[in-house]
């Protein structure tokens, strides 16, 4: 059972990812998704999350209108479509998913070492998106 994010890669600048966050063993029915990045030299920050029920979104100020987070159609995946990239978007990027209802805008923006714990039911392996002409 676990959670995989897959999809980075080098890409110039204004150009677009699809990152994949795969559950294996499970379905991500139920669960509230999460995406977190985290830059060299930088904290990790949760950027979008989507919720479980009505399938509400959310996105950090430095990502809305160039990326969409989703749910695929086969219960097992999520994405996040990232377009216009820019140089700062480069960093490696978690998926999470949770479904303790401990996952939402709030939770999703606290700073590490803020007294949130982040813990979630599943984190998955980080994927590196690298922005660069």
């Not at 978007?89 to 949130?116: E, K, M």
Request: contains cysteine; aromatic residues 12%; charged residues 20%.
């Amino acid at each position: 059972v676990q959670l995989q994010a897959s999809g980075g890669g080098l890409v110039q600048p204004g150009g677009s990812l699809r990152l994949s966050c795969s559950a294996s063993g499970f379905t991500l029915d139920g669960y509230d998704i999460g995406w977190f990045r985290q830059a060299p030299g930088k904290e990790r920050e949760g950027i979008s999350c989507i919720s479980r029920t009505e399938g509400s979104t959310y996105y950090v100020e430095s990502v809305k209108g160039r990326f969409t987070i989703s749910r695929g159609n086969a219960k097992t995946t999520a994405y996040l479509q990232m377009n216009n990239l820019k140089p700062e978007d480069t960093a490696l990027y978690y998926c999470v998913a949770d479904r303790r209802g401990r996952l939402n805008p709030v939770t999703l923006t606290q700073p590490w070492g803020s007294g949130w714990d982040h813990e979630y039911d599943y984190w998955g392996q980080g994927t590196l998106v690298t922005v660069s002409s």
